[in-house]
């Protein structure tokens, strides 16, 4: 059986954010989290619009930082400001696949087609911290171009001590099944990414030689998975999950902008439950945060808590 050190929480923009987080690590306390990925340039400029810029991290061990960006100099300093903040790792995006940032930013998957900027990051990178530094990086760019092997490679020479690798290329985005390649003779340490939902998925991909295996949208509704991947349970009330969530977030943000962010929560935790449409419907009416969670209550039928705030 899997540890729970040995099982990655992904990097999810707009999910894995700190509220998201310290649900998870209620159920894992020793599994690795990733932060969203960090714009190196938002970082670095200080965009007092971004909360996670602002964020530290010394409290949320062991936890990764991702940063993304094309600028050396910049990810190389967005890298020193993100250990000052206590991240336990850095992790450099080298997957991410929407236009936005693979394309017109030149960043994530796009250091995919350009090998010699992505080593000049990866060695400014290295060089600028005394913590690890790892990436998060995909099969290639396209079938035509499916050499991960040879980015590794360079990783290994720059000295970063690990790597996640998402079974699909840039051009599949996230559709059609994962492909976990054997990594038994690469350099460095190879985490599994991409499809994989229970126990028996991260085994297949440790007998292919993975040293561990990452979790992304399995996590979206359950972020009890890892420690359940782990040989831990599922929270018996789900309900109070989703209000501690909810508190969290409303802690984190301010009712004003949690409650909004938290509706795509309300419906990842009530899918697949009897009336979860209807759920739904109502969720995405509410502004107000006690509204909010008097329907939580009543979907869950659990006693309405009292508040953290």
């Keep these: 059986m899997l540890t729970d050190n040995q099982i990655f929480a992904a990097p999810l923009a707009g999910v894995t954010d700190r509220p998201f987080r310290r649900i998870v690590r209620e159920f894992a306390p020793n599994a690795p989290i990733v932060t969203e990925m960090i714009s190196c340039h938002s970082l670095v400029g200080g965009h007092k619009n971004c909360l996670r810029n602002f964020d530290r991290y010394d409290d949320e061990a062991p936890i990764g930082a991702q940063i993304f960006g094309a600028d050396k100099d910049l990810m190389a300093e967005a890298a020193r400001m993100l250990q000052d903040a206590g991240a336990g790792w850095i992790d450099i995006n080298m997957g991410c696949p929407v236009p936005k940032v693979a394309t017109r930013a030149g960043a994530g998957a796009f250091l995919m087609r350009d090998h010699k900027l992505a080593g000049q990051i990866m ?3 290295v060089r600028a911290v005394k913590i690890p530094v790892s990436i998060k990086t995909r099969l290639g760019w396209d079938s035509e171009h499916t050499d991960w ?4 490679g360079i990783a290994a020479d720059c000295g970063v001590r690990f790597a996640t690798l998402h079974g699909r290329t840039r051009a599949q ?4 099944p994962a492909v976990w390649p054997d990594v038994s003779d690469c350099p460095i340490p190879v985490i599994a990414n991409g499809d994989i939902k229970n126990a028996d998925d991260a085994m297949r991909a440790m007998r292919l030689g993975y040293s561990g295996v990452m979790i992304g949208r399995a996590m979206l509704g359950r972020p009890w998975i890892i420690g359940c991947m782990a040989g831990g349970d599922a929270p018996d009330k789900i309900g109070d999950v989703v209000l501690r969530h909810l508190d969290y977030a409303v802690e984190y943000y301010g009712a004003a902008v949690a409650v909004p962010m938290f509706r795509k929560h309300a419906a990842w935790y009530s899918a697949g439950m009897p009336n979860s449409a209807d759920f739904r419907i109502r969720v995405n009416r509410i502004v107000d945060v006690s509204e909010l ?4 209550c009543e979907f869950w039928g ?3 808590p009292c508040q953290i705030l």
């Design 123 to 125: 060695h400014d990178v």
């Design 302 to 304: 659990c006693d309405l």
């Design 173 to 176: 985005l996230y559709l059609g």
């Design 149 to 152: 092997r040879d980015l590794l």
């Design 293 to 296: 969670r008097d329907a939580i």
